[in-house]
Structure formats: C-alpha cells, structure tokens
C-alpha cells in the first residue's frame, strides 16, 4: 500500500478545456520524491519494476544498454530522450515483446525473463504502442473485448460449457463498456476503429489495457499525433490511474506533458540511461540538454515553463 495524502495536483492546462475543470486527481504519491537523489540507478522505496543490465544488440547497434533501473510503484515515471534512444526497444524488453541479449527484469520482485507478453498481462502489466494497435476491421467494443483475460472460447472445458462462456462473454462487454463510458466514447462503441482518428484510437488502446486491471500501465507515446483537445483528456486519464494506485511509465516528447504528469523521469541516451531525477531538476541537467542538442540538432527540448497551447511536435 502506497501512503495516501491529501494533496491535489490541479491541472496545470491552459485555457480549461472542455471536460478537464471538473477533473482533480489526487496523486497518492506526491512528495514522495522529494528526498530521492537524482541519481543514475538509484533505489526506489518500493519498485514495482527493476532492470538489470538489460541490453540488446541489433547487428552493431546497441540499442539498448541499460545497467540498473528501478521504477517506483504508484508513480508516473517519464521515460525520455532523443529519436533513437532506445525507448521503445526498452518498452519491447520489459514487456515480454523481445528477448535481451542479457540482463533480468523483475516484476513485484519476481523474475519475468522470458515471460510472454500475453502471460505479462495476466500478472499485472499492459503495455500500448507507439503506432496503435487496434483492429481496424473490428469495432471499438470488439476491439476493447479482445483486450479481456481469461477471454472465453479460449478454454477446452468452456468450449463445452456454452451458458459458462456467454456468462463470461457477459461480464466482459459490461466491463468494456464502462470502460468506453469511463473514456466518453460510447457513443464510438459500434464503429469500426478503422474509422477513427489517430487521437480517439489512442484512447481507446488505453480504454483497451485497462481491460486486464493491471497494475502497471506503459504507454509509448500515447500524446503522439493527438490533437490538443484530446491531450488534455488523455492527460487527465493518465493521471486516474495514478489516483486509483496504478503504476504508469510513458514515453514522451514534450516537456510540458512530462512536467505535468510525471513524478520521476528516466532519461535515456544511445540505448542508456544517463539521468534520472525529478522533472524540475532533470530541466536543469546538464547532460540531458547535451544528449538532445548533441545528437538532435533539428529536435526541439522545449523546457519552459509557459504553456505552448498544445503545439503538435512532430
Ligand atoms: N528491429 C530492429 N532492427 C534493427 N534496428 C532496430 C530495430 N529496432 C530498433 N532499432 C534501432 O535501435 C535504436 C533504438 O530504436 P528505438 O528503441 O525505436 O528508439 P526510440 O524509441 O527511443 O526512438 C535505433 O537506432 C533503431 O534504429
Ligand atoms: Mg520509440
């Protein structure tokens, strides 16, 4: 159990657009970082997740090389860097999506080598992509049913068993459907998430992880090619699911949205991670603007304070 406070982050958005007033997420971890030096590897006091030497190699290349990280429970952790970073091969190693050349992760202190994706979701992680993944030639609620565990039709025994596999069958499209009210997209339930923008899918693709309850959400880019009215929201659904003690790590390219959202950021650099620390003071490392302004001339690090109303980075 995370300790609870009372402390409410307001949203920081500028303008109050329309839906996100109402909204106050409490972050049952604030403060919690105050006395965490913001040091490469350093400990957590209660890591849900830990890496270890993780790396991997593609011909040449390394990836990534990771020598020790350890992501707190009930945090949003940013994960950052330049294009090419290694970010979201990262992601792919943590979720079961590729096999390290070498290294140990730990889930909740367990070992999770060669654990499959799928098996993951069943012991408390999801995972979204960077390009979503939602079946274009399926509906929003087929497509938010197929993220369920324990989805009948799968098992010998409930195969034989139809009322058992339509009472499950049941149980799963309430649940996704409360999902997609939860999302203000009921009203998409029925088409065919090929039709949808880039935005409303990436919405649904959070809707759809949050489908297995899990403890830990990770998200690759999911503000990416979203407009700024649909950021907002999904800002405010990235901060639920803190307030309701999920885990969160995201990919993120602006420095506004992690400065809002995050706790704890990681910051990786030709597959390694050379900072960590709190928002504020990852803005002022000195090796963090060097890793973007080093090897990304053309890639904006917009550290400022001031909103800049939701401008759409490449
Ligand atoms: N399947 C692959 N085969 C070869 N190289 C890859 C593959 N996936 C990623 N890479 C390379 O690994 C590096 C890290 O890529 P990636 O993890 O996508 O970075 P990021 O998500 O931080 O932008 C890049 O140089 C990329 O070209
Ligand atoms: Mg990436």
């Known amino acids: 159990m995370t300790d609870k406070s009372e402390i409410v982050l307001g949203s920081t958005a500028g303008g109050g657009g329309a839906g996100s007033a109402e909204m106050e997420h409490e972050n049952p971890v604030a403060g919690l970082f105050d006395d965490i030096p913001g040091e490469v590897s350093v400990p957590k006091p209660d890591p849900i997740l830990t890496a270890k030497g993780v790396r991997r190699t593609f011909g040449g290349l390394v990836a990534v090389d990771v020598d020790h990280v350890e992501i707190q429970r009930g945090a949003i952790t940013a994960l950052i860097g330049p294009n090419g970073a290694g970010k979201t091969t990262f992601f792919n190693l943590l979720t079961g999506f590729d096999a390290p050349d070498g290294g140990h992760v730990e889930l909740n202190g367990k070992s999770i080598d060669g654990v499959a994706s799928h098996k993951l979701a069943a012991r408390g992680m999801v995972r979204t992509f960077q390009l979503t993944k939602a079946l274009s030639k399926l509906t929003v609620l087929e497509n938010m049913m197929l993220g369920a565990k324990g989805q009948g039709g799968e098992s010998f025994l409930k195969a034989l068993v139809p009322p058992l596999w339509s009472k499950r069958e049941k149980e799963v499209e309430e649940q996704a459907r409360g999902l997609l009210d939860r999302f203000n997209l009921t009203h998409m339930s029925d088409e065919f998430a090929g039709t949808m923008s880039g935005g409303q899918r990436k919405l649904v693709e959070m809707?759809?992880?949050?489908?297995?309850?899990?403890?830990?959400?990770?998200?690759?880019?999911?503000?990416?090619?979203?407009?700024?009215?649909?950021?907002?929201?999904?800002?405010?659904?990235?901060?639920?699911?803190?307030?309701?003690?999920?885990?969160?790590?995201?990919?993120?390219?602006?420095?506004d949205v992690v400065r809002d959202i995050s706790d704890w950021v990681v910051v990786m650099a030709e597959g390694r991670i050379i900072a960590e620390g709190t928002p504020d003071s990852i803005a002022q490392n000195k090796a963090v603007v060097d890793a973007y302004l080093g090897s990304h001339h053309d890639e904006e690090l917009d550290f400022s304070d001031e909103s800049n109303d939701g401008k759409a980075d490449a």
């Not at 907002?232 to 803190?242: A, C, D, E, N």
């Open 207 to 255: 809707a759809r992880a949050l489908m297995t309850d899990p403890e830990i959400v990770m998200l690759d880019e999911p503000m990416a090619g979203v407009n700024p009215a649909l950021t907002q929201s999904l800002l405010g659904h990235v901060k639920q699911l803190r307030a309701e003690g999920r885990s969160v790590i995201f990919v993120e390219h602006d420095m």
